[in-house]
């Protein structure tokens, strides 16, 4: 019963793989938007993060703080 599970588990991973992959490369994907987006979004987290130590408000001179602080 165990060997089963684990087959089921290595053909659901390929297929969560594959399907990954299928995205990634899709031409309407825009990966490379994501991806900016994303390290922009990090980079915000670790600027309000930061900003009671830096003296930095949340969204670094727009939205909320604003380094008014």
């Not at 684990?6 to 995205?23: C, M, P, Q, R």
């Not at 825009?30 to 600027?47: R, S």
Request: charged share 10%.
């Amino acid at each position: 019963m165990d060997k089963l599970l684990k087959e089921f588990g290595v053909i659901a991973a390929g297929i969560i793989g594959l399907a990954t992959i299928a995205v990634l490369v899709s031409r309407n994907a825009q990966t490379g938007n994501v991806i900016k987006e994303g390290g922009n979004a990090f980079a915000g987290l670790i600027q309000a993060a930061v900003a009671p130590v830096s003296g930095g408000g949340f969204g670094g001179g727009t939205g909320f703080g604003g380094g008014a602080f």
